[in-house]
């Protein structure tokens, strides 16, 4: 089942570059899992969990093409991270719909680190004047299940949809509030909003829901960074320990 169509098409307003993050305290002053230890020592192993455009679709008729991930696992190098990401995405797929399949992938799937979720958009555009409440419900529950299996668990908000602006939620203020109530409401242990990742027409398919080839992959490279940054916290806290006590005990050693 693939997403539903939109009106004709409206030019993508182009927008700034901008990525939020937010890690919740709980989350970072739960006690470290097995898993999570692992991410210091060996690749981390990341599920990309979402719909068509986790899949790669291009168009409502391309089938998987394009996923964003292969993209992401090689930016994230660059970045002094090494990971294996797995694209598991299912066209159509809303989050109201989507904890069966989150179970079954975490279940089968082999024992992941992280899990990072971009759903909401078929909750959203199919019926866009109902409110987001369910969707972030659902969103909800999604990200309990990955921090209830010990993963770190990643939301991301929504990019820059051109149906956007042909739909009843008013274009990218309504996006923009949607996205501030994921990150406030979801429950993910750290959020990264994609406003601005995907600026450029060239960027998006002509039924303006799903992305290019070119557009994930400036999706995945741009992605690379936050994941990054939100991914490996406790190695950044024990490298700036040491840098603490390398400078500690210069200053011992200066005052001998």
């Known amino acids: 089942v693939c997403p539903l169509s939109f009106p004709a098409r409206a030019s993508p307003v182009p927008s700034v570059a901008r990525v939020l993050f937010h890690s919740f305290p709980t989350a970072l002053a739960r006690p470290t899992s097995p898993s999570r230890r692992r991410m210091a020592s060996k690749p981390v192993r990341l599920l990309a969990f979402g719909d068509s455009l986790t899949a790669g679709w291009t168009s409502f008729s391309s089938g998987p093409k394009s996923p964003y991930a292969p993209h992401l696992e090689r930016a994230l190098t660059a970045h002094s991270v090494a990971a294996h990401v797995t694209a598991v995405g299912e066209a159509g797929l809303s989050a109201s719909r989507a904890l069966p399949s989150l179970r079954r992938e975490l279940a089968h799937r082999g024992d992941f680190d992280a899990c990072l979720i971009l759903l909401g958009a078929n909750d959203v555009l ?22 209830s299996r010990g993963l770190r668990s990643i939301a991301v908000g929504f990019p820059d949809h051109p149906a956007f602006a042909a739909s009843g939620l008013r ?50 490279a741009a992605l690379a960074a936050p ?30």
């Open 126 to 147: 199919s019926a866009p004047t109902e409110p987001i409440d369910g969707m972030l419900e659902a969103l909800r529950a999604l990200h309990v299940e990955c921090r």
């Open 171 to 220: 274009g990218s203020g309504a996006l923009a509030a949607i996205n501030d109530r994921i990150r406030d409401e979801a429950g993910a242990d750290g959020f990264i909003d994609p406003h601005g990742m995907l600026p450029r027409a060239a960027h998006w398919s002509a039924d303006r829901v799903h992305m290019t080839a070119e557009g994930y992959r400036t999706f995945g």
């Open 227 to 256: 994941v990054a940054r939100l991914l490996l916290p406790e190695r950044r806290t024990e490298r700036a320990g040491r840098r603490a006590g390398e400078r500690v005990l210069r200053s011992r050693e200066g005052k001998q």
